[in-house]
Nanobody, 126 residues
Framework: QIQLVESGGGLVQAGGSLRLSCAAS????????MGWFRQVPGKEREFVAA????????DLANSVKGRFTISRDNAKNTGYLQMNSLKPEDTAVYYC???????????????????WGQGTQVTVSS
């Protein structure tokens, strides 16, 4: 059974950086896509970034473009979310997700993904 485990969250000042990792118990190369979402209490989980295909095509939410980068290292079975120029509004629990199948409607949708991690807290102080 595939398990995803996030790490790298924490407390950082505004303008700082964090790199989140998502370690998979299975081969990340077998995932067509990996994604990152975030959630704050009382709100829906929202799309942050996704990476897909053999060419690792990436997609980012408008709110994080130019600041966040998604990547994956199939040799390490790990996905990453590099977060720079963090803002207080980036504070949330961040979740990684993985999708096996190649049929995609929208990687920004929660329902595309087959596996989820438990989440890691990111807090950005002003």
């Amino acid at each position: 059974q595939i398990q995803l485990v996030e790490s790298g969250g924490g407390l950082v000042q505004a303008g700082g950086s964090l790199r989140l990792s998502c370690a998979a118990s299975g081969r990340t190369a077998s995932f067509y896509a990996m994604g990152w979402f975030r959630q704050v209490p009382g709100k829906e989980r929202e799309f942050v970034a996704a990476i897909r295909g053999n060419d690792d095509i990436t997609d980012l939410a408008n709110s994080v473009k130019g600041r966040f980068t998604i990547s994956r290292d199939n040799a390490k079975n790990t996905g990453y979310l590099q977060m720079n120029s963090l803002k207080p509004e980036d504070t949330a629990v961040y979740y990684c997700a993985a999708k096996r199948g190649r049929t995609v409607v929208s990687l920004a949708s929660l329902y595309e993904y087959d596996y989820w991690g438990q989440g890691t807290q990111v807090t950005v102080s002003s």
